[in-house]
């Protein structure tokens, strides 16, 4: 080898085959690379924290790797963004699987769907390679129109829900968020609305035993309300509110509103606008003791206002009336209402169900007489009667061979005779009862009314002054007679005033 100057590099030439040994050495021996750094400086990389296996390579450091880091904190710490492999699927026309394991779960760490099909039922096929540890999110894309259920999960639009195998099973996080408590909720710092997307939600409290399940409470609300419903879908067929508890005896009833708090406004105010419904109805098909409707004041005296009260600015005229109470069962037994004046019972009104009205009694029917058929409704009143004004119904009868006076339409009445011999038929009498009959001869004059009947059988009749019984009336045309009668149950008892013309 010739020598050089000292003003020259010496530049040392090594055979080939020495490099090719030297290279060998350092990877086979030793397993380790030399590199040499920016600043000269000669490095050994220990190669066998790392192994092949095929296509596949594994890390055999005994502590954490980092991506971005020196100072990993994990086994695999990356200081930057991570992407998870997904496959995207179109929309699903029937229930199935997402796919088959190989095409999802086992090469992909999540699924994005678009669906457009209605009521689809989606299941996660178990992976390949089943130890606990896999992760498998499914997301609903924003750009679908249905939602879909998946795992038992329902995903709307534009939302995902996270799954993690367990070594047997899919399980879903999500079933953590439906057991969080309403009280875990971050309260709102502005006002807000949820939109639920059409998807009905349940809260089950089927471990609740002596605990209020939902409260909502407020000590500074000034105005405005503290729980408020609305629907303005004019279509709806449903209710905006429902309560329904199949308790059967719930010691505060199934739904108690309390406003025992000093107000002045309404406790229970109800507003409706409808033309043909009911503002307020009460369907009580099983009741067969108790109240469907029960109003009571237990506390101090009621000095002002009314535990019941109806008004209506509507015209009279309304056929409903402006309170209607109607029984529709077919049975005439029993009480229809009853307004109970004190603490003594059948005080005040009572209305029954076979038509009789009783004031102050429970019983308001008459004893019918032998000769009638069945009891005819009847007000009965055990007291006296103080009328302002009074007018009793008044009928026109109709002339024949046989004139029929119904009391039960009016118990004053006239008639123009048109014929001698005439029979007149009192119907519908009762004990005690009075009665008028404006008596009209008619252009002819000396017509006569020759028998009194009852219910069309011959009647007692007695006449004031010593008179045989029958009624004789002036002959005179046009002449004008007032027949009044007591019935006592057995007699008729007649007073005539003649010819007032």
């Known amino acids: 080898m010739a020598n050089v100057t000292s003003g020259h590099k010496r530049k040392v030439m090594l055979p080939t085959a020495v490099l090719l040994g030297l290279v060998f050495y350092s990877l086979s021996a030793i397993a380790q690379v030399r590199v040499i750094d920016n600043k000269g400086t000669i490095q050994m990389v220990d190669t066998s924290k790392w192994k092949l296996n095929g296509n596949d390579i594994g890390n055999k450091n005994t502590g954490n790797v980092g991506i971005g880091t ?24 029937a229930n199935a699987d997402v796919g088959t394991a190989a095409a999802t779960v086992d090469a992909y760490s999540g699924a994005v769907i678009t669906q457009t099909t209605a009521g689809i039922t989606l299941s996660l096929p178990n992976p390949t390679n089943n130890p606990a540890g896999r992760v498998f999110q499914v997301s609903n894309a924003a750009a679908s129109t249905q939602a879909i259920t998946v795992q038992g999960v329902t995903i709307a639009p534009g939302s995902s829900a996270l799954y993690r195998w367990d070594g047997a099973a899919w399980n879903t996080t999500t079933a953590l968020a439906n057991n969080i408590p309403l009280s875990g909720l971050t309260p709102a710092i502005a006002a807000n609305s949820i939109n639920n997307g059409d998807y009905a939600q349940v809260w089950n409290w089927n471990a609740s035993t002596t605990t209020t399940p939902f409260t909502i409470a407020t000590s500074s609300l000034t105005s405005g309300n503290l729980f408020s419903l609305t629907n303005t879908n004019a279509s709806q067929t449903g209710s905006v509110f429902s309560l329904a508890s199949n308790a059967t005896a719930p010691t505060s009833g199934i739904a108690n509103l309390d406003f ?38 237990t506390g101090t005296a009621l000095t002002s206002g009314a535990l019941i009260k109806v008004s209506s600015p509507v015209q009279a005229t309304t056929t409903g009336g402006i309170l209607n109470v109607v029984n529709t069962a077919v049975s ?5 209402a009853t307004i109970q004046a004190n603490t003594n019972a059948g005080s005040g009104v009572n209305v029954y169900a076979n038509g009789n009205v009783g004031i102050n009694t429970t019983s308001p029917a008459f004893t019918a007489p032998a000769n009638t058929g069945a009891n005819i409704p009847t007000f009965g009143v055990d007291g006296t009667i103080n009328a302002n ?27 123009t005779l048109g014929a001698t011999g005439r029979t007149l038929n009192i119907t519908n009498a009762k004990n005690g009862m009075y009665g008028v009959l404006i008596v009209k001869q008619d252009a002819t004059g000396s017509r006569t009314i020759t028998t009194v009947q009852k219910d069309g059988v ?3 009749t007695k006449v004031v002054n010593g008179g045989t019984g029958v009624l004789s009336l002036t002959s005179t045309a046009s002449a004008v007679d007032i027949c009044s009668f007591f019935y006592d149950g057995t007699t008729f008892w007649w007073t005539i005033g003649y010819n007032f013309n």
């Open 70 to 93: 020196y100072a990993p904190m994990a086994k695999l710490h990356n200081t930057g963004a991570t992407i998870l492999g997904s496959v995207a699927l179109t929309d699903f026309a």
């Open 260 to 297: 025992s708090g000093n107000h002045t406004g309404n406790g229970l105010n109800i507003t409706d606008a409808t033309v043909a419904g009911n503002a307020f109805r009460v369907t009580a098909n099983a009741l067969t003791t108790g109240n469907a409707i029960l109003v009571s004041n």
């Open 332 to 336: 005439t037994t029993g009480k229809v």
């Open 389 to 415: 004004n009074y007018t009793a119904p008044f009928q026109t009868l109709t002339d024949a061979a046989t004139i029929t006076w119904d009391l039960s339409k009016g118990p004053s009445a006239t008639i």
């Open 458 to 460: 011959a009647a007692t």
